[in-house]
């Protein structure tokens, strides 16, 4: 925040086209598009969004940039509406597809900055849903340092058949199921015809909501951004909000720096830990705090996974899903209990102009009498976060493990290696996934995938087989937020850069170990050095292209995964 004049400054980029004579050429665009000579005064707000048809996640976003954009309007601000790439985790195929899932984020935050810095905006709203869009959104956010909101589209109603409620993981397990003959034709088709009903982003605490829920949390959404459902009526009611909220944030020269603080990110984590969030998080948080210019490591988010206990029982390890949050106070109710225990850091600023425990003293009180989804802290349903950072011989720099305390904290076993997610579809099919193995996917990583695939289908379909409890998984892929069971992702370093998952042979022992935190390859050192001795880099997989230019730039997952840092 500075003490500048405010009232002059409020256009203080879009006036370099406006108010300046020696762009006569940007002045006639403008006149061009529809403004007015009114409206040459005012402050200009882009309006960002990943609205395109094609998915549910965003097939409704670009209606809701309308309802923004009225809001803008209405407190004498100019909104311009722009859009950018988005890429659905849900339609992406494990060996093709989702190599664009990851990069995708970082395409979305460097289309949000360029378009906001080249036509000099004075704010921007980004109006996103799915998984990479938010924290693409954020990154754009941060490195821009501009007022800035973030409108979530809002989390998916459940679909239903037979009685039972389903979403998008419902579909992947009916695989397992007819993998294993546990399921007729026609029920599975029932399953995949009924999981999806409409508008919003995956129903569980996956990683859409575990990202929406925590940047509100952080201070960059309006409270209950991340609690209205994609076709609640609150939904359009927060996008029309926005408009005044842009207006104070601009009169009081609120910007991201402000607000993304290293308090802010503890917040959000905090977060991400009591609700049981993906894993994710965890490389898009690193990647946060690098765009807001913050240190934040992997032993951070540990201790705040220490301190923080497992509070709700959601979806995908719990019952309840997002659209049941809402009635129970939603997310300012989760926020309001943990500061009244000290575990919120209040002094915080926010996209309202008030700090967070402003902004708490109106929201609803948690009724631990009514509602079974968010647990007190004298009963948890685990007394720490459930993501834990995990070291040792196998991922010397750190690998992130989901332990909900359900799967067990210790796992023993012998590998199997796949060189792709795609093969354990057909061992599995095959019934060659056996009790006791340790499967481990390599060459899946941000430069040897490329891009960090998220093994949701082999974990599903794994789960769909019965064999969610007799298996573990690590890879240097990820997960996505929808996976349960015993996994370790983000293995570091990845197999392509020649971490030791690329030494690992079939039938060696590996032990996960939740409580130690360590991932151990029971191969003596001189047999490891002896198989690096031959290890051969593979060919990357791409060379030129998006991809190409992906592997030359992307960080470990250790790192977040950025592409913007020498
Ligand atoms: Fe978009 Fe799940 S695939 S939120």
């Given at each position: 925040m500075t003490s500048d004049s405010p009232q002059t400054e409020l256009n203080r980029f879009s006036r370099i086209l406006t108010q300046q004579m020696d762009n006569p050429a940007a002045k006639a665009m403008l006149y061009g598009v529809g403004l007015t000579s009114e409206d040459m005064q005012k402050p200009q707000i882009g309006i960002a969004s990943t609205g395109y048809e094609g998915n549910t996640c965003n097939m409704h976003l670009n209606g809701l940039s309308v309802y923004v954009k009225q809001g803008i309007q209405a407190n004498g601000l100019v909104g311009l509406i722009f859009n950018t790439i988005g890429v659905s985790d849900g339609m992406?195929?494990?060996?093709?597809?989702?190599?664009?899932s990851l990069p995708s984020r970082d395409l979305i935050a460097d289309s949000i900055e360029s378009v906001v810095a080249a036509q000099w905006y004075d704010g921007v709203v980004t109006v996103v849903g799915c998984d990479k869009n938010m924290p693409g959104a954020v990154m754009a956010m941060a490195r821009l340092d501009r007022p800035g909101i973030m409108v979530y589209g809002g989390t998916i109603r459940s679909g239903h058949y037979k009685g039972q409620k389903l979403d998008i993981v419902s579909a992947f397990e009916a695989l397992g199921k007819k993998y294993a003959g546990n399921i007729s034709d026609e029920d599975y088709e029932g399953v995949i015809k009924n999981s999806i009903p409409g508008a919003g982003a995956c129903g569980g605490m996956y990683t859409a909501n575990t990202m929406a829920s925590s940047i509100e949390a952080m201070g960059l959404?309006?409270?209950?951004s991340s609690s209205y459902p994609a076709t609640h009526e609150g939904k359009q009611e927060e996008c029309k909000k926005i408009g005044a909220a842009m207006r104070r944030l601009l009169e009081l020269n609120i910007t991201p720096a402000d607000i993304i603080t290293k308090q802010s990110l503890e917040n959000a984590l905090t977060i991400v830990m009591a609700l049981g969030g993906s894993t994710n998080a965890v490389l898009h948080y690193l990647a946060i705090a690098r765009a807001a210019g913050l240190t934040l490591s992997l032993d951070e988010i540990q201790a705040i996974s220490d301190r923080t206990p497992l509070l709700a029982d959601l979806k995908p390890s719990g019952k309840y899903y997002m659209e049941d949050m809402l009635a129970i106070g939603g997310v300012p109710a989760v926020m309001k209990y943990l500061y009244q225990q000290g575990m919120i850091h209040g002094e915080c600023m926010t996209v309202t102009g008030k700090t967070v425990a402003e902004n708490l003293a109106e929201a609803p009180d948690l009724d631990f009498e009514a509602q079974k989804i968010v647990f007190p802290l004298s009963q948890p349903i685990k007394k720490t976060g459930h993501i834990q950072i995990l070291r040792g011989n196998l991922a010397p720099t750190g690998s992130v493990a989901k332990i909900t305390g359900k799967e067990g904290e210790r796992f023993e076993g012998t590998a199997k290696v796949f060189e792709q997610e795609g093969d354990i579809i057909v061992a599995l099919s095959k019934g060659e996934i056996l009790p006791g193995q340790v499967l481990v996917i390599r060459n899946a990583g941000p430069k040897g995938g490329p891009g960090m695939s998220e093994m949701l289908k082999p974990t599903s379909a794994i789960m769909g087989a019965g064999l969610g409890d007799k298996v573990a998984l690590i890879t240097d892929g990820r997960f996505s937020g929808g996976t349960h069971g015993f996994v370790v992702g983000h293995?570091?370093?990845e197999a392509f850069e020649g971490g030791p998952i690329a030494l690992v042979k079939d039938g060696d022992l590996i032990t996960l170990d939740a409580v130690g935190r360590e991932l151990t390859l029971h191969v003596s050192d001189e047999e490891l050095a002896e198989r690096r001795s031959h290890w051969v880099q593979p060919q990357p997989r791409f060379t030129k292209g998006t991809l190409g230019k992906y592997i030359r730039n992307v960080k470990s997952a250790s790192e977040g995964c950025v592409t913007d840092e020498a």
């Open positions: 992406t195929n494990g060996n093709d597809g989702m190599r664009y959404s309006l409270p209950f293995v570091t370093p």
